[in-house]
């Protein structure tokens, strides 16, 4: 069956720093891979997004590669804000149903 | 994107009872899903809503413990039944926009119960 693998934390930066949270998958298909963050107190919200192989999802300055060969979506920031501060999921699909990874709590210190 | 509103976003229920969770979305959507967030875990998904048929359960997830209704194709209803404290979860309804071969999900924001 498919599943999600992600970095486990908590992970505690300061601001400016780089951000690397690593995410592999299993899959039988060809599955789209997506990023969540859950800020604290609200809702799930849609990060980034990658449909097929050495596609490059990008927003907030995030951004994150579909590897197909190594099975991995590794979520990168290049220089945080304490506003990053939340909880991200990697998650894929194949076809409609969506399989999260674990979460991975960032905190960002000013 | 959708923009998807449940009611109620929060509840604290006495065990033994149930609780219902509407979820109502500004446009109509083919696909909409039931999701459980226990405390600090991850999310899993309950049920596939389907309109107009029964619902299509997850391993583990149950109708008699959890009845979905899918009038058409802005709404749907999660009932939390005959509750324990082991259902004190946030729940949350997502569905699938957009073109075709995208998968992509939007969540409501959640409904916070705590049973006691």
């Known amino acids: 069956g498919n599943s999600v693998t992600q970095m486990e934390g908590p992970v505690t930066l300061s601001e400016e720093a780089f951000l690397t949270i690593n995410c592999t998958y299993t899959?039988?298909?060809?599955?789209?891979l997506f990023w969540y963050v859950q800020y604290p107190g609200e809702g799930l919200q849609l990060l980034l997004k990658?449909?097929?192989?050495?596609d490059k999802g990008s927003n907030k300055g995030f951004e994150a590669t579909y590897r197909k060969e190594t099975t991995s979506f590794h979520l990168e920031k290049g220089s945080v804000q304490v506003s990053d501060s939340a909880v991200y999921f990697c998650?894929?699909?194949?076809?409609?149903?969506?399989?999260f990874g674990a979460g991975t709590t960032v905190t960002v210190r000013a | 994107s959708a923009v998807i509103s449940q009611k109620p976003s929060r509840d604290i229920c006495q065990r033994g009872t149930s609780l219902t969770i509407q979820c109502q979305v500004d446009?109509?959507?083919?696909?909409m899903f039931w999701y459980r967030q226990q405390p600090g875990q991850s999310l899993t998904l309950i049920a596939t809503?389907?309109?107009?048929?029964?619902?299509?359960?997850e391993s583990g997830f149950v109708i008699d413990k959890f009845p979905i209704s899918r009038p058409n194709l802005t709404f749907s209803t999660l009932t939390v039944s005959n509750m324990s404290p082991e259902d004190s979860s946030i729940y949350l309804c997502?569905?699938?926009?957009?073109?075709?071969?995208?998968?992509?999900?939007?969540f409501g924001p959640g409904t916070r119960l705590t049973v006691t």
């Open positions: 446009s109509q959507v083919t696909m």
């Open positions: 809503a389907n309109q107009g048929s029964e619902a299509t359960y």
């Open positions: 998650a894929l699909s194949d076809h409609y149903k969506l399989s």
């Open positions: 997502s569905v699938e926009t957009g073109q075709a071969m995208r998968y992509e999900q939007y």
């Open positions: 899959a039988t298909g060809y599955p789209s």
């Open positions: 990658a449909t097929k192989a050495d």
